[in-house]
């Protein structure tokens, strides 16, 4: 299957999403949020989800599929690329909102960066799960092996270039979800 790797990210993507949303709710609580929870968010958002996944998509998937005959210009893959560029903007308003929290601890606009992007990137998951990766595997079937070895090979690239791997990512994604749910 040629998005299975892909799915795997976005089950990894929608966990850190929830401790994100707890995050959200600590702090319109009034809960302090350390350092230890925020430089991972920054590290998961910029790193696993736009350089990792992201990369993944553009690199292999959507070449995939304008081969396959889908335009890349218009329709589906224009859109999952101009979403792709607004959850980098949000991720980079997450890293801004961050120091000044940490700063001054004005959680405002944390809050907003934060709510912004757990609904974007949901609604943007759910596009590419219930349609996307649909029209993918219509398509690429024939060529599904290819695929999954290329996106295989794109993210143990993109990973080793950030120093990381995908267990870093996971064990990553729990401690996020762990260290939220200890905050009370």
Known sequence: MSTQSLRKDHKLIEKVL????ATIKLLKDGKQIPEQILLPTIDFTQNFT?????????????????????????????????????????????????????????????????????????????????????????????????VDKNLEDVEEKKLKELGKTRSDYETLADDLEKSVSEIN
């Open 50 to 146: 736009d350089v990792c996944h992201h990369g993944k998509e553009e690199e292999v998937l959507f070449p995939a599929l304008e081969k396959a005959g889908m335009p890349t210009h218009m329709g589906p893959i224009r859109m999952m690329i101009v979403d792709h560029q607004r959850t980098k903007a949000i991720a980079e308003k997450i890293q801004e909102a961050s120091t000044k929290y940490l700063e001054t601890s004005d959680s405002a606009d944390l809050i907003l960066a934060l709510e912004v992007y757990v609904q974007h990137v949901t609604e943007h998951l759910w596009k590419e799960n219930n349609r996307l990766f649909m029209m993918a595997e219509a398509r690429l079937n024939h060529t599904a092996k290819d």
């Open 18 to 21: 929830q401790a994100l949303d």
